[in-house]
Structures are given as C-alpha cells and as structure tokens.
C-alpha cells in the first residue's frame, strides 16, 4: 500500500483536520507543500527570498 518513506524522511508539513491530526506519507507531503509554496509564489511575494514557514488556518463555520 503506497511507497515506503526512506529512513531519513522527516515531515514538512503538519496537517490537522477539525484538530485531528492527519498523517502525511513522504508523496503526499511533498504534493502538499509544493502546492501551497506554488501558490504563494503566484502571490506578490517576490520580496521574499525564500520560505521559510507557513501558516494557513481555515474557518469554514
């Protein structure tokens, strides 16, 4: 089921759902944070050099 993650993989991205933590294999945290750090790009960020950390916190009440 799925690929194994290599010994050294270490998580990017944390993902909670309704507070429920959501675990992340290495693909998924990859397509994850590739996206947002996509997204964020297409913002008008370019006087950031580089990202460092992201916050995203949705309310969908």
């Known amino acids: ?3 194994e993650a290599s010994p050294d993989f270490e998580n990017k991205v944390s993902l909670r759902i309704n507070d429920i933590l959501i675990g992340l294999n ?3 945290d990859d397509i994850v ?3 947002i ?3 964020l790009k297409a913002l008008n960020t370019e006087d ?3 990202i460092k950390h ?3 916190e949705i309310n969908n009440e």
């Open 37 to 39: 750090f996509g997204m």
């Open 54 to 56: 992201v916050k995203i």
């Open 26 to 28: 290495e693909f998924a």
């Open 33 to 35: 944070k590739e996206t």
């Open 1 to 3: 089921m799925g690929k």
């Open 48 to 50: 950031i050099e580089e």
